[in-house]
């Protein structure tokens, strides 16, 4: 087939072809063919019509073609639908129909989840428990470390009725229990999903709540001390829970300064952030050896001379560094808010989370200068005098309270300003770190005798336990709903 005595011109939907030959040539029907114009489709262009360029063709003695060739060349006009011609649409088969069905409403909660849904759309698929299980992450702890930290708090008050402490120990036991079931779910999660526990701890967001888990060990140990020994078993140091509870503190000291170096070394390796990303969740990783101070000062009261000081020097070096280390992160914390203005709505409940540290702090001076033995000063020539370093104690705890003051004052109004639309496990920041606000408060009360701001500390006491209920209920309801342990909505999905 030679192109050159041959122009092809193609167009319509329909592929219909024209085929024209040269002037003076019979069309094989032995009618002389005109050149008629193509059949051109409305969503093609003249442009995108195929011309064999005229300027290309010559002339041949011999007719390329046989007849034979020529017959089989022309297409049956009668195939073809002409222009403007509306083809039929099949209709579907019933196997088709059956396969665009939706599913029943019994098996809407089987429907896999799809990348493309909106997580916060009301209309989103309803999973069941096992693909919810993959989005059990470990800011599930918080509510541990809340629930421990009320019963602390319901022990510490200052004025006790009959039946708060039976309250108190109902807490904690609430906590414990609640403590056994979220890492029976998170273990749960790790063995139906391979690699989620690597996962979790490598996580540019998931990764800084793995911290909570000690935070929540930290309240059991601490209210262990509260509730299950008494007061006269202080006369006993070879009881055994006192020991049980010595050998806990030495090796939470261990295995959180271990979490305090590794994974600020893999952060400070694996991932790189921006200024503008920072959040307040940055300080966890040094959160739990900074409470080694505070349950220091907490078990140090009922041991024994000999142990009690070694427990105390422990408790004040790592209360020291964990302050430190959340000084420095304060400092990127204002420098953030100052260029980039306050987080968004969904994330400002975690600025209580700065409350924490100078609040933990403080509670943490005042005890261990209190539980310090009489004979601490062996050699009473006073520059070890445990009067002088009470005082010390006091003056650095009122000041650290004003810090913990400032932080809750802009967290507040910040929150305020533009509450929340959605839960998120970061609500239980509003409670936790507040505890220790609490707790200080009080111990500064008592330090002063002053019953003014011990009344002060028992209001506190009833907001914070307004606020624990207030999370809790909607802690529930976004578990009920599936507003958490779904995919999107978890921190296991980085969304600032």
């Not at 009301?122 to 989005?135: D, E, F, N, S, Y």
């Not at 139906?192 to 793995?210: I, P, Q």
């Not at 920041?429 to 500390?457: E, R």
Request: overall charge negative; some cysteine; hydrophobic content about 45%.
């Amino acid at each position: 087939m030679n192109p050159r005595n041959l122009s092809i011109q193609l167009g319509g939907d329909a592929a219909v072809s024209d085929y024209t030959f040269p002037a003076g040539q019979l069309h094989p029907t032995g009618q002389p063919q005109p050149r008629r114009p193509s059949f051109h489709s409305p969503h093609v262009s003249n442009d995108d019509t195929i011309r064999a360029d005229d300027s290309s063709r010559s002339s041949f003695d011999d007719d390329p073609f046989t007849d034979h060739e020529k017959t089989a060349l022309t297409p049956n006009r009668a195939d073809f639908p002409r222009y403007g011609t509306t083809l039929p649409i099949p209709s579907p088969s019933p196997d088709d129909e059956e396969q665009q069905q939706p599913p029943p409403q019994d098996q809407a909660a089987e429907v896999p989840y799809e990348k493309d849904h909106d997580p916060y759309s009301p209309t989103r698929p309803k999973l069941g428990i096992r693909p919810r299980l993959a989005h059990f992450t470990w800011a599930n702890y918080t509510l541990t470390m809340a629930t421990g930290g009320l019963a602390l708090l319901l022990r510490a008050q200052p004025f006790q009725f009959r039946g708060l402490f039976q309250i108190g120990l109902v807490v904690y036991i609430l906590n414990i229990i609640l403590f056994t079931l979220i890492t029976c779910a998170q273990v749960t999660r790790f063995f139906l999903f391979s690699g989620t526990f690597k996962a979790s701890l490598t996580h540019r967001r998931e990764g800084f709540f793995f911290p909570t888990f000690f935070l929540s060990i930290a309240t059991l140990i601490t209210s262990t001390q509260r509730y299950a020994i008494p007061d006269g078993l202080a006369s006993h140091p070879s009881a055994a829970l006192l020991w049980v509870l010595q050998a806990a503190f030495w090796a939470y000291v261990a295995i959180t300064t271990a979490v305090a170096v590794g994974q600020y070394s893999y952060v400070f390796t694996a991932h790189s952030f921006g200024l503008q990303t920072m959040m307040p969740t940055w300080i966890l990783p040094i959160f739990p050896i900074m409470l080694s101070g505070t349950i220091a000062a907490v078990v140090a009261g009922t041991q024994p001379s000999a142990n009690a000081v070694p427990i105390i020097m422990a408790g004040l070096t790592c209360q020291g560094l964990g302050l430190a280390v959340a000084t420095l992160m304060y400092a990127h914390m204002v420098g953030r808010l100052m260029q980039s203005g306050l987080p968004d709505r969904e994330h400002r409940p975690g600025l209580f989370m700065c409350v924490g540290p100078p609040a933990f702090t403080a509670l943490a001076f005042i005890g261990l200068a209190q539980a310090l033995p009489a004979d601490f000063d062996h050699d009473m020539d006073g520059l070890l005098d445990t009067n002088i370093i009470r005082t010390m104690a006091i003056i650095g705890a009122g000041f650290l309270w004003a810090l913990s003051f400032w932080w809750f004052c802009i967290a507040l109004l910040a929150v305020v300003q533009s509450p929340p639309r959605y839960f998120h496990l970061g609500w239980w920041a509003m409670v936790f770190p507040n505890t220790g606000f609490t707790l200080a408060t009080i111990a500064l009360g008592n330090a002063f005798q002053n019953d003014a701001v011990l009344w002060f500390g028992v209001a506190m006491s009833i907001c914070l336990v307004l606020a624990y209920g207030f999370v809790l209920f909607h802690h529930v309801r976004a578990v009920v709903v599936q507003d958490i342990m779904y995919p999107g909505r978890d921190e296991d999905f980085e969304d600032h």
